[in-house]
């Protein structure tokens, strides 16, 4: 509500001081129940779409981000993700990358899209330090109403 915790709120979003978390929806079980992930995710512009390779090279930047599978059902994993770095549909490639597609995502490798086109990838938690009082402020949004997700609503994370 003041001018100074605006300020320091932009300050937060440009050095990057949120907590981004987000749920996906993947078919295959990942490599590891928990990992920390980093590619070098190149943008296609023209394609709307990212590239992504396990070492540097020119143009192409660093991607960094934990996964931990917290939910399974009988077709699918339920993964938590958080961002280390926000780059165009990271996750998206990311996970493609260790051949774990989002569940509807056919840009990145899914077989099928959903029926509404969406994908199954979900914002569920934004966390910061608040600018002026210092204490944790944290958002959660429920997953939405869909039949792949309720399978999980028996989670201890849902």
Known sequence: KTGKALSRLNDAVRNRDFCKTYWAVVKAAPPKEQDTLVHYLKKNEK???SYARKDPAE?????ELKY????????YFLLEVELLTGRHHQIRVQLSAIGCPIKGDLKYGFPRSNKDGSIHLHSRELSFIHPVKKTKMSFQAPPPKDPV????ATADSL
Request: aromatic residues 16%.
């Open 47 to 49: 394609q709307n779409k």
């Open 149 to 152: 997700w309720d399978a999980f």
């Open 68 to 75: 931990k599978v917290i939910a399974k059902s009988e077709s």
């Open 59 to 63: 143009d192409y930047k660093r991607a």
